[in-house]
């Protein structure tokens, strides 16, 4: 075809400006910018500025929904800043049983995981301050393989349990999880009865345990060490039990009361001590942490000692 004369020829690096541009490439950057500036929250369909949410630690200001956070997001919404020191982060999971499924063998599971969340297992584990009070933290994350509790997870929360005992250190445990790794089978299960008995040792050595429970947390970590605390706290709206709801009702076939597994739940029937808020998280902690202290000083000066525990009840310690 012959070149129209009236139309200029342009070469080199801008002879793209006259082609035809695809639409959905023209708006793909839009819609990346718009999904950095808000977040619509799943509940009550309410934006948010990504930079209010964050300083919210992730919490709907309208609605109060508490998104689902990372190992990071927890750090920082308990500790003190800059507190946060990690431990046993090289630990890694073996194949003990050889899984495959698919076509895909549990190593290249792995593997894939790790790069997707950026954690080379489901717990994480370290210690801190909370207003200048040291405390250890085992941190189970949701976005490796669902926070399943495996051979290493086991492992490395009765490293931090050991670590505690020798530091004379409380501990705080943040638990989300589906249950026990079905890739590990029976190593799996035997970290149940291994985390509760080094809970034991802990609690003979007079150190406290807290457990904060998030959604979701079922099967064998609710059926465990979860469980096993001193003071169990949960956040708003957290789903906590052994099996889902549906299975329940299917295996019972009634039908399950309003609210069943929620953490409001859970504390009408005396299952934790208290739901709290994110924001209220940190001193929360430090409070109890602080009671404690005056628990002690209390024991050795032999005197009774009030400590407010679960909502609108108090527990009596005595000395």
């Not at 926070?147 to 931090?160: C, I, P, Q």
Request: hydrophobic share 40%.
């Amino acid at each position: 075809m012959k070149q129209n004369a009236n139309v200029p020829v342009v070469k080199g690096k801008d002879h793209h400006f006259f082609k035809r541009k695809s639409l959905s490439n023209a708006i793909a950057p839009q819609r990346e910018l718009e999904n950095d500036i808000w977040v619509k929250c799943p509940k009550c369909n309410e934006l948010t500025y990504t930079k209010e949410h964050q300083k919210s630690f992730k919490v709907c200001q309208k609605c109060d929904y508490h998104y689902r956070l990372r190992w990071n997001d927890r750090v920082a919404a308990i500790l003190d800043e800059g507190s946060w020191v990690e431990i046993n982060a090289g630990v890694k999971t073996g194949d003990p049983l050889g899984f495959a499924n698919e076509g895909e063998v549990y190593p290249q599971k792995i593997v894939q995981t790790r790069r997707k969340a950026g954690i080379n297992e489901a717990l994480v584990t370290g210690y801190g301050t909370v207003d200048g009070q040291p405390l250890a933290v085992a941190i189970a994350d949701f976005a490796f393989l669902g926070a399943s509790m495996g051979s290493v997870f086991g492992e490395k929360l009765v490293r931090l349990i050991e670590f505690c005992i020798e530091r004379r250190m409380p501990l705080l445990t943040v638990s989300a999880s589906g249950g026990a790794r079905m890739h590990e089978g029976i190593y799996s299960l035997m970290q149940m009865a291994k985390t509760t008995a080094a809970l034991a040792l802990l609690g003979e050595a007079g150190l406290p345990h807290f457990s904060l429970l998030t959604d979701p947390c079922y099967g064998g970590v609710t059926a465990s060490y979860a469980m096993v605390a001193d003071v169990i706290l949960a956040e708003p709206g957290a789903m906590v039990g052994f099996a889902g709801p549906r299975v329940i009702e299917q295996t019972t076939r009634q039908k399950l009361p309003a609210g069943f597994q929620t953490a409001e739940f859970l504390l009408e029937h005396g299952m934790v001590d208290r739901v709290v808020a994110r924001k209220e998280l940190h001193s929360t902690v430090g409070l109890l942490m602080r009671l404690l202290n005056r628990r002690e000083s209390a024991q050795e000066k032999g005197v009774l000692l009030t400590i407010p525990l679960r909502q609108n009840e108090e527990m009596r310690y005595a000395g």
